[in-house]
């Protein structure tokens, strides 16, 4: 079994549009599937991905609801799919949406406060957080800078540790191994306590990897996830923005043992999601 805890998908009628401009603000990183339902499939069909949990971002607090009408239909229009919920920090109503999304049965939310341009460990994220935590839900954050924001730093490593230090979140996933393009300050997430982090975006794969200038090397990658701990590293793609079966086979390629990988690939993260 393979599990991809990190990829998004848009409504057909916008996908393009939305690969195109989404592809132009980070730095021309080209897409790997088409960015609807069915390429996605189609990716988890050459992969050998069993699950890929759809994480969608609402950029406004006024789209929350209107996306977390439609993640419960996800999973009945094709069984391998499954969507968490979206969370805006300036959703006042935020209890109301967590309980319902529970009462669909959706296992989790993702919050980006980049794309948000909120500070993670500003206390709209803390209260929605510690919500979840009461009800049962994950949490997976962006994690780090991102490449589509310059200069934005909503999600260091110290708002990070001061979440974590303050409320202990039990399912919190940081995306992008925890930090992306800080992973050198890896330490300071350590020290404030448990978290789970997610491979998407992290390491270049085998196949292309100047398409990919920013990521870490294989070597640099395996020793991140060793010092994190592979009990707490989740498979995770960014599809489209890396391949799955590219990434599936990088890390393969690297020098994990097979029960290493098993971890990694779905053990981790099963009790989580399904």
Not at 41 to 64: C, F, K, N, W
Not at 133 to 147: F, P, Q, S, Y
Not at 161 to 185: F, G, Q, S
């Amino acid at each position: 079994m393979i599990i991809d805890i990190h990829t998004h998908t848009f409504p057909d009628k916008i996908a393009e549009k939305v690969i195109v401009n989404l592809s132009a603000a980070a730095e021309n990183t080209p897409p790997m599937t088409l960015g609807t339902e069915n390429s996605l499939l189609e990716s988890m069909a050459a992969a050998g991905v069993t699950y890929s949990v759809i994480q969608p971002v609402a950029t406004r607090p006024d789209q929350t609801e209107g996306i977390n009408r439609k993640v419960a239909a996800v999973h009945e229009r094709h069984p391998a799919l499954i969507s968490f919920g979206a969370m805006h920090p300036e959703n006042e109503n935020y209890r109301e949406i967590i309980v319902n999304l529970r009462k669909d049965g959706i296992r989790g939310i993702k919050v980006h406060p980049v794309y948000q341009n909120v500070d993670f460990d500003d206390v709209r994220f803390m209260r929605i957080i510690d919500c979840c935590m009461e009800n049962g839900l994950a949490v997976l954050t962006h994690a780090g800078k991102d490449i589509g924001f310059p200069g934005r730093d909503n999600v260091p490593p110290s708002a990070i540790a001061n979440v974590i230090h303050t409320l202990h979140p039990d399912k919190l996933i940081l995306a992008h191994m925890a930090a992306w393009e800080h992973w050198d300050r890896i330490d300071e997430i350590l020290e404030a306590g448990e978290f789970y982090c997610d491979t998407a975006f992290a390491v270049k794969p085998d196949v292309d990897p100047q398409n990919y200038p920013r990521l870490m090397e294989k070597p640099a990658f395996e020793a991140l996830v060793r010092k994190i701990g592979v009990d707490r590293v989740i498979f995770g793609s960014d599809s489209p923005w890396q391949g799955q079966k590219e990434l599936v086979d990088t890390i393969r390629s690297c020098g994990f043992t097979e029960e290493e990988l098993e971890k990694i690939f779905y053990k981790n993260v099963k009790k989580m999601v399904l």
